[in-house]
């Protein structure tokens, strides 16, 4: 019997590869995606999508209701995305609070009561900068108080937590995944911008691999 696992899947191209990188280990997969009210809820439909495709449980939870708990962010909030490189600090304007602690501890409860040993989520050095808590202090300290807020012990796994978005990208090309089942923009309109530091990030791991996104771009 195969070993269950929980993996938050928000549809964009981190956790796609974590996705496949949990299905690549053998394990029983359990996809869990969050409606917190993101301007970009499209990525929603593409995690989807590829669940259908695999025909693996997908569960996609809203949680809109905390958003007056969870004010601030231009992806939340009646603020304008930020344009520009991640490295910029008009980008902290991104960060949701607390959302990773949130959407963590459901992912934990979701994971009991599976009995499952494991919650994935995808986490990269890329995000240490701007994001606090997808730092490895951050995933450490939630690490311990996941072996023991429960009866069960459930481990926070973190395949690329010390990798670059092209190393990302690059063990997902050698698994042969499909980046046009992603969606990474920030804006949720027909086409991505390009232009929000999501986007930049993206184009730069695939310059960084010579291999062209297979996404369309806004002009």
């Known amino acids: 019997m195969k070993e269950k696992a929980v993996v938050v899947y928000s549809g964009g191209m981190d956790s796609y590869t974590v996705l496949h990188t949990a299905i690549k280990n053998g394990l029983d997969v359990y996809a869990l995606s969050f409606n ?29 209701a905390i958003n007056s708990l969870m004010t601030g962010s231009s ?30 501890s459901m992912a934990i409860a979701y994971a009991v009561s599976l009995e499952a040993g494991k919650v994935f989520y995808g986490a990269h050095s890329g995000d240490h900068h701007i994001y606090p808590d997808c730092r490895p202090e951050f995933v450490e300290a939630m690490n311990a108080v996941s072996k023991i807020a429960n009866y069960q012990s459930v481990e926070i796994v973190t395949p690329f937590l010390y990798s670059s978005k092209g190393d990302i990208l690059k063990a997902g090309l050698e698994m042969q995944l499909d980046y046009s089942k992603t969606w990474t923009c920030y804006n949720g309109r027909e ?14 791991a695939f310059d960084e691999q010579a291999f062209q996104d297979p996404l369309v771009y806004e002009a």
């Not at 530091?197 to 730069?204: D, I, K, P, Q, T």
Request: one cysteine or more; aromatic letters at 4%.
């Open 191 to 204: 086409q991505a911008c390009g232009k929000c530091g999501a986007c930049y990030e993206r184009l730069e």
């Open 75 to 104: 992806l939340t909030s009646d603020i304008e995305i930020p344009e520009g490189h991640y490295e910029n600090d008009n980008m902290k304007s991104t960060v949701v609070p607390n959302r990773n602690m949130v959407l963590l």
């Open 36 to 64: 917190y009210g993101q301007k970009h809820s499209k990525e929603l439909d593409v995690a989807a999508n590829v669940c259908r495709e695999l025909t693996i449980p997908h569960k996609v939870v809203d949680i809109t």
